[in-house]
Structures are given as structure tokens and as C-alpha cells.
């Protein structure tokens, strides 16, 4: 969806934003650099770097990091934060700090001061914070750790100035913490062997006493085994001394130490009386009350995207734009220009480009994507959607999942491959694993779920629960078979709440054109070429062949028309064009509820994209993603024969 460069730029004096996750860095990266990257309100919005030249200063290259709970990495995503402090040459830290929740923030102020590397400390929701009645002594912070603070509210844009002046004579914090005896006198053993780096000896070998286990490719390339066993022994022997693993004992010094500043620079008026948004916030992840919210917000979500986008806009764009205006004239022109008939098809015939591809592109998903997207978009930054992790934490805990892992799959129903990535957030493989197949499964992505919806709704209230109850008990029984043979454990559930938020106009819309964007860059250069393929196979013949070879499935098994075999095939580009497929033919009066249905679910359980099987290739290597789809697509038939068997044997009416 953006640009992303796993090279850091060689030029340019490099100012890094680091931070808690959901802290605001991404929003205060838009605005040092009038680029977009995604911002929203819920944690691991971010997992790759994000690069730009600053706007005041086009030598400067700010970077933009994944949030990270402390710069000892539990997960990909925080290695790449980590890495990058590591290994890249610095000008300036912005450490992005959440006002009102300082002392989370302050953690990773002592790990930045540790390395020696120069750094602002950037109280950002400075808003949240006074409504919340938390007062910072920003002169106070300053002087404790010897480096500057600005206080910003990245969303209304105040204090960027300040902050673009303090860049420029940022230095290293001069604070120093001590830890107890035998963890400085192994500071000082380990530092004796280490080699010089970017970042200070000592904060290196706290890392490596924490029990890092991120940084042994780093150690292999500086150290000599020899000295790596030293390494270790010298921290097995402080281990010795503890019951508690040696990254927890650091934390909690630490913790200490920092309950001794915030005592000195933060002050809280008592208001211990619940805001409205901290009481729908907890309400809507309530065992009982969280429920009807949930059904409430489908509900508008399926008035808003299933009726007024599938239906009242795609009738507008299809019938109207594209049936009484585009498509006829542009077959007038083509025939009054282009006097070749194969031209002429390919362009305006069955499978033709203008009325194939840009149609289904266009009039059929463009008016649910875009309702899709703004309401997506507003439930992403309302707080609302890691509440929901919370509440079906319990239904995922069965299959070896945690709610953290329910975030990546919420996200997956905006775009499957984007959520693959977001499984770096997770913290072991076990977990990437499963969440990424299940995604690629049973989680529809946003221009798909838009056209099942708007299929469905032509359909009955019945046709859409039976969909979504095939769904949802593929995901329990898959996850659940795949939590017993993938080998490895899951881990705890933390997830960090955000505030439940009024989301803001602007955010929300340039979020949608910034997908939308992507979506007209991305997916309709591929339904062009699936219409090409079409088209082509239909010329030579290949077509009903291919139909002839398909029909025990598709029309034997699946109970489907034939034509809808070019559907399937179109799906395997993108099985939100393959739906688009199927809501043409249901347009035509093809299809009957019961097939509407079955293809549907079929289509679904599809893998979602091209993008999303390169993605998965990416990110969890050719094997498995072959493996993956060698299950899938069989699975998707019998699942769907399964499913039309049942219907047609109880003679279920929709
Ligand atoms: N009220 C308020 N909200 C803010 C402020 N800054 C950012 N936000 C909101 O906080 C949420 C998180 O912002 P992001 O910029 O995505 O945060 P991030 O630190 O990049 O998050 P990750 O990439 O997930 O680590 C969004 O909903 C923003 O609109 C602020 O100063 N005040
Ligand atoms: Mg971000």
C-alpha cells in the first residue's frame, strides 16, 4: 500500500522516530514529512520503516519505526526498531511518548539514554493527558535525563514547530541509572569484550544480560565464539543469584528507578469520575453488553456498505453510469473507430476489458469498497476494533490463539495481504503460522466482503448467517486442527488498550482515497489481465474446455452453471473479482439462492489474492505458502459440495 524501503538511504542526516506502539510517531511522521503512512488507533499500525525527507529540511531523513514495548525485542516488528539503533549511523532520536501514559514511555527513555545516542523526548496527546487531569513538569523530565522535551498533539498540529526547532541541537541524555551490584559488575566484564559500535558498550551488555536473544546474528558477526561463551557465562552466573528470568529483574529495577521521577515531574488532579468514551470503551468489551454492540455496529455496518454501497451505489454505477452511459457509448466509439471485430471484443465483447474488467471494477466493487473503507476506517480509529480482540479472546483462546492475534484477522477484512504483514506483531511462529493461514482461508478482505454482502442481501437474512456461520466454525475447526500440528506454544495475551476515540474527518479521509488509491493501482491492473486471460482462453477454445474439464466439480459437485467456471478462474487472480463474476451472473437471473450461496461460500474460503500468496511467500517462506494453498483450494470445493449436498438433501429455503 506504501512505499517501503528494507535500505535505509544512504544520504541525508537520519532522524528516527521511536516509541511505544499506538503513541502517535506515524502521525507526527505525516506531519515532519507531508507523507502519508497509515495511522490508526490501535497498536502495530506500523511494522516496516517508513522513510521521508523532512519538509523543513530536505536533507534530513526522517524515519518512522514500528512501536515497540522496550528495545528488547519480543517480536519482528520491535527488531526492526531495535536494528535500526543498532546498526544506522543517528543524528537524532524522537522518542514519541503518550502524555498520559508516561511511565510506559519512560521505559524506553532509560534505553535510550543507555546507548548514548541523542534523543528529544516527545510528549505527544498532550490533549488526553489534561482531560485526564495529568500534569507533566516538562522542566522537571528535562532535567532528570538532560535531554529536551516538547509537548505535541500531533492531530490538531500543535507544537510540530517546536519540535522541528529542537531537532537540531538534540544531545545525549546524561542520565545514568544503576542497577544492583552484580548486574553492573557484569555490565563491566561484558563491556570489556565487546567492539565498538554506535550505540554504548553498556547498553549492549544489558541487553545481552536481559537475556537477548535477537541479537546473537549481531554477536556472530563481532564476536569470536569464544568470546560469545564468555558472554554467557559471565550472565549465567548473575542469573544464578535470581528466581525471576534476568529481563524481568532489569525491567522491574528500572521500574523502580522511574517511579522515583514520576514522583518528582508528574502531578494527577483526582478525577476519578468515568468519562463517557472510558464507559462505552468498557461496555463494549463486557461478556454481556459487549454483544448487542457488536450487533449494533454490523448492523450499520451492513446498512451502510451492504445496502446503501452493494446496492442503492452499485445499482446507480451499474445500471445507470456504466449500462445506460459508458458501456453503450464506448461500444459506439469502439465500432465507429476500430472497424477490427477481435479489437472490438476485446475491448466492449463478453470478456472485454471496458465492459468486463472496468465494469466489475468500477461500478460493481469501487461503490462497496469505498462505503467499506470509511466505515472500516472509522471503527480502526475509534479504539473500538482492539475491544473486540478482548471480547472474542475467549472463543480464539480454544484454538491456541490470543487476542493479539484476533487484531491482525479484524484487519485482515480490510485487506488480507496487509493484515499477513501485521502478523509480525505476533510473537511466535506458532502464532504467524496459523493467523496467516487462517487469514488466507476464511477472512474475507474489504472488496470482497462488500460484494458477499451485497450478493447476500439480495438473498435473505438466512443466506447471510448460514455464510457467515460456515466461516466462522471454518476458522474455530482450522485454527484448532492447526494449533495441534503446528508445533510451538502461543503466547501470553497483553494488548494495549487505546482510548476509545471520536475518530477524526480528515484521518478518515484520507485514509479511504489513500486505499482507494491503492486499490485502482493495485487490483484493477489485475482484473485487466484476468480479463485478458478470459478473453483469450474463450478465443482459442480453451475456454469450454476448461468448463468441460471443471463441470464434475463445478456443475456436478458444487451444483453451480458452468459459466460460472470462469468465475473460479478469475478468483485465482482475486476472489473479489471472481465474486464480482458470480454477482454478474445472479444480476443475469443465473444463479438461485442455494447456488448464490454455495458459490459464495466457496469463494471465500479461496485464497484472497496474488498479492496476498506473494505476501505469504514473503513472509513465511515458499513451503509453507505452497502448502498452504495446495490445502486451501481443494478444501474450498469440499467445503462448498459439503454445504449444496446439505441444503439440497434438507431442502433448506433461503
Ligand atoms: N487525541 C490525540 N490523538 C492522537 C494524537 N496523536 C496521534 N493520535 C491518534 O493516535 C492514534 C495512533 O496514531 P499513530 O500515528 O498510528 O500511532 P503510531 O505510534 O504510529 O502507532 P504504531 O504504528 O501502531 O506503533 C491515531 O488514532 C491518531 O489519530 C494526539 O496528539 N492527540
Ligand atoms: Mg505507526
Known amino acids: 500500500m506504501h512505499q517501503h524501503h528494507k535500505e535505509v538511504m544512504k544520504i541525508g542526516k537520519k532522524v528516527v522516530l521511536v516509541g511505544n506502539p499506538n503513541v502517535g510517531k506515524s502521525a507526527i511522521f505525516g506531519l515532519l514529512t507531508g507523507r502519508y503512512v497509515m495511522v490508526s488507533n490501535y497498536p502495530g499500525t506500523t511494522v516496516e520503516l517508513m522513510q521521508g525527507y523532512a519538509t523543513f529540511d530536505k536533507e534530513t531523513l526522517l524515519i518512522d519505526t514500528p512501536g515497540v514495548n522496550s528495545l528488547l525485542p519480543m517480536s519482528e516488528d520491535e527488531k526492526v526498531t531495535r536494528d535500526i539503533l543498532l546498526n544506522e549511523e543517528i543524528e537524532t532520536v524522537i522518542q514519541v511518548v503518550d502524555a498520559k501514559n508516561l511511565r510506559r514511555g519512560l521505559l524506553i527513555t532509560i534505553q535510550l539514554a543507555e546507548m548514548g545516542l541523542p534523543f528529544i523526548l516527545n510528549l505527544n496527546m498532550e490533549d488526553e493527558a ?127 528507578c522511574l517511579d522515583g521521577i514520576l514522583e518528582k515531574a508528574v502531578t494527577r488532579s483526582e478525577t476519578d469520575t468515568f468519562t463517557i468514551s472510558e464507559k462505552i470503551g468498557s461496555l463494549s468489551m463486557h461478556p454481556v453488553f459487549g454483544v448487542p ?53 476485446l475491448l466492449v465483447g463478453q470478456y472485454g476489458i471496458i465492459t468486463m474488467a472496468l465494469t466489475y471494477a468500477l461500478a460493481i ?27 472474542v479472546n475467549r472463543a480464539f483462546n480454544v484454538i491456541g490463539l490470543n487476542g493479539k492475534a484476533v487484531l491482525p484477522m479484524v484487519l485482515g477484512l480490510g485487506c488480507d495481504t496487509m493484515a499477513t504483514m501485521t502478523t509480525r506483531i505476533l510473537e511466535t ?44 466454525m471454518v476458522l474455530l475447526v482450522i485454527g484448532y486442527l492447526a494449533s495441534l500440528i503446528v508445533p510451538g506454544k502461543g503466547s501470553d495475551f497483553i494488548l494495549e488498550l487505546p482510548p476509545i476515540r471520536m475518530p477524526h474527518l480528515e484521518n478518515i479521509v484520507v485514509k479511504t482515497l489513500a486505499r482507494i488509491e491503492w486499490y485502482l493501482k493495485e487490483a484493477v491492473p489485475l482484473f485487466i489481465l484476468g480479463t485478458l486471460i478470459l478473453f483469450t482462453f474463450d478465443k482459442i477454445g480453451l475456454l469450454s474446455v476448461i468448463e468441460e474439464a471443471a463441470s464434475p466439480v463445478v456443475v456436478g459437485f458444487l451444483g453451480l452453471p458452468r459459466e460460472a467456471t470462469a468465475a473460479f478462474l478469475i478468483g485465482f ?26 458459490s459464495l461460500v466457496t469463494m471465500t474460503l479461496f485464497v484472497p489474492c496474488i498479492a496476498n500468496f506473494f505476501m505469504i511467500i514473503k513472509e513465511r517462506g515458499v513451503k509453507i505458502a505452497i502448502l498452504m494453498v495446495s490445502f486451501i483450494f481443494p478444501f474450498a470445493f469440499i467445503i462448498g459440495g459439503i454445504l449444496n449436498f446439505l441444503l439440497r438433501y434438507f431442502e433448506v429455503v433461503l
Open 429 to 472: 511462529r506458532k502464532e504467524r503460522i496459523i493467523v496467516t493461514l487462517l487469514l488466507a482461508l476464511a477472512v474475507p478482505c474489504s472488496a470482497q466482503l462488500g460484494v458477499i454482502l451485497g450478493m447476500l442481501s439480495g438473498v435473505s437474512l438466512k443466506a447471510g448467517i448460514i455464510w457467515a456461520g460456515v466461516m466462522i
Open 573 to 598: 487472480l482475486r476472489r473479489d473479482y471472481g465474486a464480482a463474476g458470480l454477482f454478474a451472473l445472479q444480476m443475469d437471473g443465473m444463479l438461485d439462492p442455494i447456488q448464490i450461496l454455495v
Open 130 to 256: 489534561r482531560s485526564r487531569g495529568i500534569s507533566i513538569d516538562s522542566k522537571k523530565l528535562s532535567e532528570e535525563f538532560g535531554v529536551d522535551t516538547v509537548a505535541t498533539v500531533a492531530t490538531q498540529k500543535k507544537g510540530i514547530n517546536n519540535l522541528v526547532q529542537k531537532i537540531r541541537d538534540s544531545r545525549a541524555s546524561s542520565y545514568r541509572m544503576e542497577y544492583s551490584r552484580d548486574i553492573e559488575e557484569g555490565i563491566k566484564k561484558i563491556e570489556g569484550i565487546l567492539p565498538d559500535t554506535n550505540i554504548s558498550k553498556r547498553s549492549i551488555a544489558l541487553m545481552l544480560i536481559a537475556g537477548d536473544k535477537s541479537l546473537s546474528e549481531w554477536l556472530y558477526k563481532h564476536l569470536s565464539k569464544k568470546d560469545i561463551s564468555r558472554i554467557e557465562k559471565i550472565r549465567l552466573d548473575i542469573q544464578r543469584g535470581y528466581d525471576e528470568p534476568l529481563g524481568y529483574i532489569i525491567n522491574t529495577q528500572r521500574l523502580e
Open 365 to 391: 466493487i469501487l461503490p462497496v469498497l469505498a462505503t467499506f473503507f470509511i466505515a472500516f476506517g472509522i471503527l480502526e480509529d475509534s479504539g473500538y476494533l482492539p475491544r473486540l480482540a478482548i471480547m
Open 293 to 345: 454492540i457488536l450487533i449494533f455496529v454490523l448492523f450499520l455496518m451492513y446498512k451502510f456498505v451492504g445496502e446503501f454501497g452493494a446496492q442503492t451505489m452499485v445499482d446507480y454505477f451499474e445500471g445507470v453510469i456504466f449500462g445506460e452511459y459508458v458501456n453503450p457509448w464506448s461500444i459506439k466509439v469502439v465500432e465507429a473507430l476500430i472497424p477490427v471485430g477481435i479489437i472490438q471484443e
